[in-house]
């Protein structure tokens, strides 16, 4: 799933590639913090490695977030301690980076 949207955007549409952002890449225990995997398979890392790019965040599952982006609300802005918008920002920051260098 992974390889095929990175092939289509990097062949078909030749749009730049930039990294992988891995959603709902683990889930924090509400009781104890724990990390827990949420999916089998390949890690995020393991993806990013075999496919060349950059790893730019993990997004753990955060029901929050459905519910504040289904009011237009980025969870940054509703709950920005919350680990799922301190991922986003770190999306954010390697955007900026991206587009910031050599443009
Ligand atoms: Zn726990």
């Known amino acids: 799933m992974v ?3 990175v092939t289509v955007a990097r062949d078909a549409l030749s749009a730049p590639l930039i990294g992988l952002v891995c959603n709902m890449a683990y889930h924090l225990c509400p009781s104890c ?3 827990e995997t949420l999916f089998s398979g390949p890690s995020a890392q393991e993806m990013a490695r075999d496919l060349g790019v950059l790893l730019l965040a993990e997004v753990p599952f ?7 982006g289904d009011q237009g609300v980025p969870l940054a802005v509703a ?3 919350a680990p799922a ?3 986003f920002r ?3 920051q390697a955007l900026e980076g991206f587009w910031g260098r050599g443009s």
């Open 3 to 5: 390889k095929k949207a």
């Open 33 to 35: 913090g724990a990390r």
């Open 62 to 68: 955060d029901p929050r977030l459905a519910e504040v």
């Open 79 to 81: 709950a920005p301690d």
């Open 85 to 87: 918008a301190a991922a």
């Open 90 to 92: 770190q999306v954010a």
